[in-house]
């Protein structure tokens, strides 16, 4: 089966590695200094990867403990249900992205600009090259999945108000779906593979923010060493200044 839905590609593959180089350049001291000059592009693959579109409600059944009602000991328990609604809520059906990839490329998705899948071939809306992910996931993998990610993101809501006091244990969730509707949508984005030093890489770019992108990179394991080396010199200087000044 293939989407119902797709999302233009907003960014060419010429911006997209530009993206990547920007990406590579802004990564960190821990990053080798000339990464993004050195590194090679080896491929870019544009591809409208497989998700599905969400509308559900949530009901959370919790159990925790927290400082909450705590009289002899520092812990109490409690439980209880809260009702959440979950709207535009995009799951990956993707074979091609892995679920860390399309999670940081979720968020950025322009779902208003969504045109059916039927006028791909009479609008010019990604790279004539683009592949198109096909839909091997039944709605039922995507309940299961879905009903993984909400189970992971509801401790956070329920530290923001359902479970009382401030501080907390033992957080437990179990999740029942309600009035799931969902939608096959195809989402554009840009596969890319580079190599640097004799070794390949793999980062994704977003197909309509080319400021998105997320992936692999080496690691400048010498940077890595003399910070180390510095911390145990600085630590060794204070022990010695400690040792001095007991002396004196």
């Given at each position: ?19 990547l180089r920007q ?82 490329l979720a968020p ?134 400690l040792a001095l000044?007991?002396?004196?």
């Open positions: 089966d293939q989407a119902d839905w797709l999302l233009p590609f907003g960014v060419t593959p010429e911006q997209a590695g530009q993206a990406w590579m350049s802004t990564l960190g001291f821990f990053r080798p200094s000339d990464l993004a000059h050195a590194a090679t592009v080896e491929g870019l693959r544009p591809i409208w990867w497989a998700g599905w579109l969400v509308n559900v409600d949530a009901l959370v059944s919790w159990t925790a403990d927290s400082n909450a009602g705590a009289r002899l000991s520092a812990w109490a328990p409690h439980a209880g249900q809260v009702q959440l609604p979950f709207r535009g809520l995009l799951v990956s059906a993707s074979r091609g992205l892995s679920l860390e990839e399309s999670r940081e950025s998705f322009r779902l208003d600009r969504m045109v059916p899948a039927a006028h791909r071939a009479e609008q010019q809306i990604g790279p004539p090259d683009a592949v198109l992910e096909q839909f091997d996931a039944q709605r039922s993998a995507a309940r299961k999945v879905l009903s993984e990610r909400i189970a992971a993101t509801a401790e956070d809501a329920l530290k923001q108000g359902a479970i009382p006091g401030s501080t907390f244990r033992n957080v437990h969730v179990a999740v029942l779906l309600r009035a799931l509707e969902t939608r096959r949508v195809a989402l554009p984005s840009y596969v890319l593979a580079y190599r640097y030093k004799g070794r390949s890489y793999r980062a994704v770019v977003h197909g309509q923010d080319a400021g998105r992108v997320t992936g692999a990179a080496p690691i400048a394991w010498g940077k890595v060493a003399l910070v180390i080396v510095g911390a145990i010199a600085l630590v060794a200087l204070v022990v010695a200044a000044s007991r002396a004196g």
